[in-house]
């Protein structure tokens, strides 16, 4: 029979296991829960300091995030802010003159600004023919809200006519226009008119056949003659340059050798009206001779193979006259006989077309034909080899 003194030590010692055991688990515990505690304060949601919050609560932004919103900010940016460019803007890009005078000088301005934010830079300026462009000659380049103008210079024709467009072109650095058309319009009307139109003068005649030259104006201004220009002055005319009215007679002095010299010309009257300063007068002389055809035309020739070909020269004032000399300028045309018929001459000529140079396919060659106190006649040969 076990005694009570014999159990006490058996409980003291398994109640002394069971306590050194408890024990020593106790600081496992505590360190695992010590480690998810918070050292310090964080905010709370409502923004008041909170203390015991994890740490994973309270840690910055990471670094993702940060180039989440980094990259939301660029790409706003790129949205609301455009390139600096410069932009050319116009405040008008046509002029229309509508109905002017002839031979005047119509003088308009093309007006622009630098709309844009970088610096304007204007590289040519081209126009057409009768306009004349200034004013950008020095300055090309123009700072964002600069302006700058354009000027002309438009002359009109000398004939009046239906309405006409001329266009000049502007080129500059603008990306979205860096070519701008500029359009000019008008229609000429004619307010001074010359009467006869054209002369028609002979060589046989008095005074060349020259009859009044009548220069009358059309929309009732006066003007005054300033001068009076021919060709070579085989025409002239007197006039008063102090004298003004609507309507002037002149009368024609013609030079009968200038003329015989100038078969083709014209008669240029400068006159002081705000809307026409000129009128031209053409004039034609009928020549005292005529070549039928003008100029021989040849084709498929064969060296030292000879064409012939018959011309005919006529007198236009039905006098005789009598072939003096015929003299080829090289050599390759010559005259085998003449035949009178009236007023008339048949020369027969032969052309004999020399060996070819080179690659040279053309002849070429002119007669002189020498009319009995009336002057020379040239008629010209063109050939071609086959």
């Known amino acids: 029979m076990t005694s009570i003194s014999q159990i006490r030590p058996a409980v003291t010692f398994g109640a002394r296991l069971c306590a050194f055991l408890l024990l020593s688990m106790m600081p496992l515990a505590g360190c695992q829960k010590?480690?998810?505690v918070a050292e310090g304060p964080i905010a709370s949601q409502s923004g008041e300091p909170t203390v015991g919050a994890p740490e994973s609560q309270a840690v910055e932004p990471s670094q993702s995030a940060t180039a989440q919103v980094s990259?939301?900010?660029?790409?706003?940016?790129?949205?609301?802010?455009?390139?600096?460019?410069?932009?050319?803007?116009?405040?008008?890009?046509?002029?229309?003159?509508?109905e002017?005078?002839?031979?005047?000088?119509?003088?308009?301005?093309?007006?622009?600004?630098?709309?844009?934010?970088?610096?304007?830079?204007?590289?040519?300026?081209?126009?057409?023919?009768?306009?004349i462009t200034r004013g950008l000659e020095e300055k090309k380049e123009f700072a964002p809200g600069e302006g700058g103008v354009l000027e002309f210079d438009y002359h009109t024709s000398s004939y009046a006519g239906p309405p006409t467009t001329k266009r000049l072109y502007i080129y500059s650095n603008d990306p979205e226009r860096n070519i701008v058309t500029l359009t000019i319009k008008a229609s000429t009307a004619q307010r001074v008119a010359c009467r006869p139109e054209r002369l028609r003068l002979f060589l046989k005649q008095?005074?060349?056949?020259c009859g009044d030259i009548t220069v009358r104006s059309l929309d009732g201004r006066s003007f005054a003659i300033e001068e009076i220009v021919s060709t070579a002055n085989a025409i002239t005319a007197e006039f008063d340059p102090d004298q003004e009215a609507t309507e002037f007679v002149?009368?024609?002095?013609?030079?009968?050798?200038k003329l015989a010299e100038n078969l083709r010309g014209q008669v240029v009257v400068n006159l002081t009206h705000p809307e026409c300063k000129k009128v031209l007068l053409l004039y034609d002389v009928l020549p005292e001779f005529t070549v039928?055809?003008?100029?021989?035309?040849?084709?498929?020739?064969?060296?030292?193979?000879?064409?012939q070909r018959e011309v005919l020269v006529l007198s236009n004032y039905r006098d005789e006259f009598e072939i003096e000399e015929t003299v080829s300028q090289k050599g390759t045309v010559k005259v085998l006989g003449t035949k009178r018929i009236g007023n008339r001459c048949q020369l027969r000529i032969e052309v004999t077309p020399p060996a070819r140079e080179g690659d040279n396919t053309i002849l070429a060659d002119t007669l002189a034909v020498s009319i009995k106190d009336g002057g020379v006649l040239y008629i010209p040969f063109r050939g071609w080899y086959e």
């Open 34 to 36: 010590q480690d998810s």
């Open 71 to 98: 990259g939301e900010a660029a790409e706003s940016n790129g949205r609301s802010v455009s390139p600096a460019v410069p932009t050319i803007t116009f405040e008008k890009t046509t002029i229309d003159f509508g």
């Open 100 to 131: 002017v005078g002839t031979d005047t000088k119509q003088t308009g301005q093309f007006k622009f600004t630098n709309t844009g934010k970088a610096q304007l830079k204007i590289t040519r300026v081209t126009s057409c023919c009768g306009v």
């Open 206 to 209: 008095e005074n060349a056949g």
């Open 250 to 257: 002149l009368k024609p002095k013609a030079d009968m050798e």
């Open 292 to 307: 039928n055809p003008p100029h021989v035309t040849l084709f498929s020739l064969k060296a030292n193979q000879p064409v």
